[in-house]
T-cell receptor, first 112, second 115 residues
Framework: GNSVTQMEGPVTLSEEAFLTINCTYT??????LFWYVQYPGEGLQLLLK?????DKGSNKGFEATYRKETTSFHLEKGSVQVSDSAVYFC???????????FGGGTRVLVKP | GAVVSQHPSWVICKSGTSVKIECRSL??????MFWYRQFPKQSLMLMAT?????????EQGVEKDKFLINHASLTLSTLTVTSAHPEDSSFYIC???????????FGEGSRLTVL
């Protein structure tokens, strides 16, 4: 079956530090890959996505590249802000459907 | 982007009562809506897929008589937690699929606390 594995948190960083959250997946076919962000007390928001191998998704300074050879979709940001404190979820959708499979989520805390 | 709204955002109820949570797509029609449950510090677990005008499809291990889902229109799906117990306390999130693109949008979630 499909699965998504991401690094466990919490990840605590200082402002302006570099952030990487690892995400690897197992899926049949060619899934689309997503990163969602959940701010405290809110629902999920789509952060970025990539639909095919070597695609790079980017938004709000965050980037992730779809690496089929390593089945990975690591999230990176060069300089985090306090406002980036949230829980980040890596997810996939199989090519043939629209059910999202989520990773366990990684809580990120950015301190001033 | 499209907006999905859930109501209520917070609900506290007594054990044994039933609670209804609404999920509305405000500016688009959603043929398919999904209901998720999120336990503290854990990921989202898909509970069921709700299709307008038909019965919901439940994931393995989810009690369909416990979690009643109705998708009566293209803009509204409801989740009713029947005879709620403290172990049903959780954060429930819905998402709606835009009919022509399949893109998913999430509601803000509803936190249920059963006393």
């Amino acid at each position: 079956g499909n699965s998504v594995t991401q690094m466990e948190g919490p990840v605590t960083l200082s402002e302006e530090a570099f952030l990487t959250i690892n995400c690897t997946y197992t899926a049949t076919g060619y899934p689309s890959l997503f990163w969602y962000v959940q701010y405290p007390g809110e629902g999920l928001q789509l952060l970025l996505k990539a639909t095919k191998a070597d695609d790079k998704g980017s938004n709000k300074g965050f980037e992730a590249t779809y690496r089929k050879e390593t089945t990975s979709f690591h999230l990176e940001k060069g300089s985090v802000q306090v406002s980036d404190s949230a829980v980040y979820f890596c997810a996939l959708i199989r090519a043939a459907g629209n059910k999202l499979t989520f990773g366990g989520g990684t809580r990120v805390l950015v301190k001033p | 982007g499209a907006v999905v709204s859930q109501h209520p955002s917070w609900v506290i109820c007594k054990s044994g009562t039933s609670v209804k949570i609404e999920c509305r797509s405000l500016d688009f029609q959603a043929t398919t809506m999904f209901w998720y449950r999120q336990f503290p510090k854990q990921s989202l677990m898909l509970m069921a897929t709700s299709n307008e005008g038909s019965k919901a499809t439940y994931e393995q291990g989810v009690e369909k008589d416990k979690f009643l889902i109705n998708h009566a229109s293209l803009t509204l799906s409801t989740l009713t937690v029947t005879s709620a117990h403290p172990e049903d306390s959780s954060f429930y999130i819905c998402s709606a699929s835009v009919t022509n693109t399949g893109e998913l949008f999430f509601g803000e979630g509803s936190r249920l606390t059963v006393l």
